[in-house]
């Protein structure tokens, strides 16, 4: 076995656990997975590590019912993120099974992308999450292009109208889910639409949280 | 622009025809066509939107931008290079030792041919390449300098400048990686070669056994790659591996000044792992080679002193800073091995026995003391638990270059 990040080969370990039980797949070595920190508290609304009650964001209530986070957008996190997403390298997203759980509610959909930068990327990283939770996709929203969000700041997000649009009917529990919540305007402004067109809630997935 | 390079459409400059240049698929039978990679673990497949498969790409060169089986290279047109006469401005004069290696640099350039230099650490190889440059730009050749080390890139740029003035270099490094302009040197780490195909006359490549080029393929490849078909490469080392031997070569055992190498003293330190000996005053500045980044961190703290490794940001400020003198004592880990030239340090190795310390990096860190005529000693310290066979090797091969240069 070869770590998928850095390529070092993996000794796995025998143990009781895996002797009697076929062993859970290890996709990364020790140290790569020691890079990354699991949030194992937050804000219950939008799992912000930094506060363990209702964090002042979402006291003001919001168009996303809830949102849950697995891990830190730490130093290392940013490295692989660059790596996964902008620099494309989609076969990184599967080292991120451990780290997710088994089984969410939910009717899946994908935060889009606009066509350009879907064209430009190769593939919408939501999708890919959505395929390492063994669920099915759903292609419900659509984007119209904008600049990049990372290169914004807070306000500056909220102000923009939102990209996003329905492109087919919308009902039930929805399952939103996309990479990374910063601010969460980008979650939120895709809830809204879909609640705005039927759907019953709106609950976001996101691997990190910022 | 980018002459003799392929690249993919994303790098290519905007208002350019397609259609016009020589390309082909970034993957052609399982292997990258940019970095050669054809390990099954360094390829995976993505849907890809762009033509809606399941497509093949590469992840070994993944940090440079995607290489996809459906996307192509293309090849930027090479320009011709008019000869130039009398382009080397160095003066210095050659021991006869270095003369005999220079010589035979410049016939193996005439002839296209490929060879070793085995020149003992501190024996002036840069100079030895000038002679064969200068006939190579007489020649119209084009030519490429390349090594594993963005260090000795930094290190090489200013010399090769000096020593060839009227002649654009371009340096390529990690970070530092566009060429604007056709140059007739090139000055670049070997990752760097992996965007060029069949773009260099002479391809000379220093410290060929050092980290990581002996033991990536993808980058022998890319070197092999960089070459054209009729082109001549030298290979320079202080420390030749055994998969080199079998290559044409030229031994130079003296170093410039005719002194030999320092040789290691061996000292117990029973709890080096941990603890820190008692180093004596040195009144030259010291180097401290530590195994890993993070012991070195460890002695920095401990002794309050600057350190230098493959992650530090100011990496090259604190070189700088040592090389001005204004820092007396730096830790470091295998990254300033080899390449870097200090005049007059003392080298004391913290736990030689560790496994990153093998035959070829010792005699290399051995190397970096006497270097200059001034000074031509060096204090060289292994401490460590017990003796390896990387260690007794290491001071057995620096025993005996300098017993075949006392011979000669």
Redesign the interface.
């Known amino acids: 076995m070869r770590c998928l990040y850095c390529f070092n080969a993996i000794q796995p370990v025998i143990g009781w656990s895996n002797v009697l039980l076929p062993a859970r797949e290890v996709k990364l070595c020790e140290d790569c997975r020691l890079g990354f920190l699991e949030i194992t508290e937050g804000c219950p609304g939008c799992c912000n590590p930094r506060y363990t009650s209702t964090c002042p964001d979402c006291q003001n209530g919001s168009s996303l019912e809830q949102n849950i986070s697995f891990l830190y957008y730490n130093d290392f996190a940013k490295d692989w993120v660059a790596r996964w997403k902008y620099r494309g390298d989609y076969a990184l997203v599967e080292s991120m099974s451990a780290y997710l759980p088994y089984f969410v509610r939910g009717k899946a959909v994908p935060v889009p992308l606009s066509e350009e930068r879907l064209l430009e990327r190769g593939f919408n990283q939501s999708e890919a999450i959505i395929r390492i939770l063994g669920k099915q996709s759903h292609d419900l929203l659509g984007r119209t292009h904008t600049d990049k969000q990372s290169k914004k700041s807070k306000y500056e997000r909220q102000q923009e109208p939102n990209p996003f649009y329905v492109k087919a009917p919308v009902k039930g529990d929805i399952l939103l889910v996309d990479d990374i919540y910063t601010t969460g305007s980008t979650m939120k402004k895709a809830a809204r639409v879909l609640k705005d067109n039927g759907a019953a809630s709106v609950k976001g997935l996101t691997l990190f949280r910022a | 622009m980018f002459s003799g390079q392929w690249l993919t459409e994303e790098e290519l400059p905007k208002n350019i025809d397609t259609s016009s240049l020589k390309q082909h698929p970034g993957i052609i039978k399982g292997r990258c066509q940019r970095c050669g990679n054809r390990k099954r673990?360094?390829l995976?497949r993505?849907?890809?939107?762009?033509c809606g498969k399941k497509?093949l790409?590469c992840?070994n060169c993944?940090?440079m931008?995607?290489i996809?089986e459906c996307q192509p290279l293309y090849q930027m047109p090479s320009s011709h290079q008019l000869p130039q006469r009398d382009t080397l401005a160095w003066r210095g004069t050659l021991t006869s030792h270095q003369q005999h290696a220079s010589d035979n640099i410049t016939e193996t350039i005439l002839q296209n041919d490929t060879l070793l230099v085995h020149a003992v650490c501190g024996a002036g190889k840069t100079e030895m390449i000038f002679s064969g440059i200068e006939q190579a730009l007489e020649d119209g050749k084009r030519v490429c300098i390349a090594t594993p080390r963005a260090d000795v890139v930094r290190e090489l740029h200013p010399r090769l400048e000096k020593a060839f003035p009227g002649i654009p270099v371009a340096c390529l490094y990690g970070g530092h990686s566009e060429q604007k302009t056709y140059t007739p040197i090139v000055l670049s780490t070997t990752h760097q070669l992996f965007r060029y195909k069949q773009a260099f006359d002479v391809l000379i490549i220093d410290e060929v056994d050092a980290f990581p080029y002996h033991n990536d393929p993808s980058l022998q490849w890319a070197t092999q790659k960089a070459a054209r078909k009729q082109s001549s490469i030298i290979y320079l080392t202080a420390t030749p591996r055994k998969q080199q031997k079998h290559l044409p070569k030229v031994f130079v055992p003296v170093r410039y000044h005719g002194h030999p190498l320092p040789v290691p003293a061996f000292h117990l330190a029973p709890r080096i792992k941990t603890k820190l000996p008692d180093f004596p005053p040195s009144k030259r500045q010291l180097l401290l080679f530590a195994p890993t980044i993070t012991r070195a961190t460890e002695i920095a703290e401990e002794l309050r002193i600057p350190v230098v490794h493959s992650e530090s940001p100011d990496r090259e400020e604190i070189i700088l800073g040592f090389r001005k003198k204004e820092i007396h004592t730096l830790v470091t880990t295998t990254i300033l091995e080899r390449g870097v030239t200090f005049p007059s340090v003392d080298v004391y190795v913290i736990d030689a026995g560790h496994e990153v310390f093998d035959e070829a990096a010792l005699v290399q860190i051995a190397g970096r003391a006497g270097r200059s005529a001034d000074d031509p000693f060096g204090d060289v310290r292994f401490y460590m638990e017990g003796k390896t066979d990387a260690i007794i090797e290491a001071r057995h091969s620096i025993n005996s270059m300098n017993k075949r240069g006392g011979e000669l």
């Open positions: 673990y360094k995976a993505f849907p890809h939107a762009a497509c790409y992840r993944i940090q931008g995607r996809t």
